[in-house]
């Protein structure tokens, strides 16, 4: 299995810089997952990574609807990188991103035999799962979520009839609904299973990072193509975005968020340098320091601060040279990251 410290630890920094380019945008995420071809192919254009889409992330304010799309998936062929064929790997994946990104829906896909374009409506929870390839080949926790029976079913929130019937009349591609079958109770259906479960946890009209919709759809790898997957896979994200409101995505103002700024200067700095930001509102912040690998290298500040302009000092002290990443983290306004440059 491919180290953490060459993937996993990338995802913040890549979420960052594209964070940092549309964060006054204040647009919401939807995020998409892939599990084995063609699914990650098939959302290869909303991928920010560029050895996995050379063309270049396309999922900016995605075709004027008001969110952004980011998809994650394993190296095709390889499946390395993120979301390997392992449970434990997957978990931490899963949880790493949706911390970062706070997604206002989740779509998942993965591939199966014989399915065309299979829209599933459960995922359970439970104790025992087919083996994956990596020892321990169970999940851990098993079942992975304590707060419901085993065995327990979640429902996928999912537009899942207007996605069935707009693949099957825009595509080629012949979409059907699951009401009451199972994603075969392998990584499909852990995945499956954590984006239902994820959008039950901030499933509240008063959550800051409300989750509206959340389910996985299994294509069938031998009985379509990759570009009918393309095909099929844009009409429905198509459809699940026409069922979200802007208004209720992860921040609590988008207009608030515009006004938002991150500066950091002198930049370069040798031995000190000033972070200057204005927070429309009070409230708690975090203001994080990351190389250009994604680690963490020290947390600048973790508290509350009041509304209005704020002026940071921050003494660069044991870093050593190189490109850096600032994250600015608020409780009511989103993320906005800089790149700082430290010299010697």
Same mark, same amino acid.
């Given at each position: 299995m491919m180290k953490k410290t060459s993937v996993l630890t990338v995802i913040t920094s890549i979420i960052c810089i594209y964070a940092a380019a549309n964060a006054e945008k204040g647009r919401p995420v939807v995020m998409l997952t892939g599990f084995w071809n063609p699914t990650g192919l098939m959302i290869a254009q909303f991928c920010t990574d560029a050895s996995l889409n050379p063309g270049g992330w396309q999922g900016g304010n995605w075709e004027n609807y008001g969110f952004d799309v980011y998809s994650f998936f394993p190296e095709p062929g390889t499946y390395t990188g993120l979301f390997e064929v392992d449970y434990q790997d997957t978990w931490e994946d899963f949880w790493k991103i949706t911390d970062s990104l706070h997604p206002a829906a989740i779509i998942s896909f993965g591939a199966a035999?014989?399915?065309?374009?299979? +829209?599933?409506?459960?995922?359970?929870?439970?104790?025992?799962?087919?083996?994956?390839?990596?020892?321990?080949?169970?999940?851990?926790?098993?079942?992975?979520?304590?707060?419901?029976? *085993?065995?327990?079913?979640?429902?996928?929130?999912?537009? *899942?009839?207007? +996605?069935?019937?707009?693949?099957n009349s825009q595509t080629t591609v012949k979409a059907v609904i699951d009401w009451n079958g199972n994603p075969q109770s392998f990584l499909c259906e852990y995945m499956a299973y954590l984006g239902m479960w994820y959008k039950a946890k901030h499933d509240s009209a008063n959550d800051p990072f409300r989750c509206q919709a959340a389910g996985f759809i299994h294509v069938g790898d031998s009985l +379509?193509?990759?570009?009918?997957?393309?095909?099929?896979?844009?009409?429905?994200?198509?459809?699940?975005?026409?069922?979200?409101?802007?208004?209720?995505?992860? *921040?609590?103002?988008?207009?608030?968020?515009?006004? +938002?700024?991150? *500066?950091?200067?002198?930049?370069p700095s040798g031995s000190a340098m000033i972070i200057a930001f204005s927070l429309p509102a009070a409230q708690h912040i975090t203001l994080t320091l990351y190389d250009i690998q994604g680690r963490k290298t020290g947390v600048i500040l973790n508290g509350r601060l009041n509304s209005g302009k704020q002026h940071i000092e921050w003494k660069t002290g044991s870093a050593v040279s190189g490109v850096y990443l600032c994250r600015l983290e608020t409780q009511k306004n989103g993320i906005i990251c800089s790149k700082v440059t430290i010299v010697e």
């Open positions: 035999r014989p399915a065309s374009w299979e +829209i599933e409506n459960n995922a359970r929870n439970l104790k025992t799962w087919q083996n994956d390839y990596e020892i321990p080949r169970q999940p851990t926790p098993a079942p992975p979520d304590s707060t419901v029976a *085993v065995n327990y079913a979640r429902h996928s929130t999912l537009p *899942v009839q207007k +996605i069935a019937d707009a693949v +379509i193509t990759l570009t009918q997957a393309k095909q099929a896979a844009l009409v429905s994200i198509r459809e699940v975005l026409k069922t979200l409101t802007v208004s209720d995505a992860p *921040v609590s103002d988008v207009k608030t968020r515009d006004k +938002i700024s991150l *500066v950091n200067y002198p930049n």
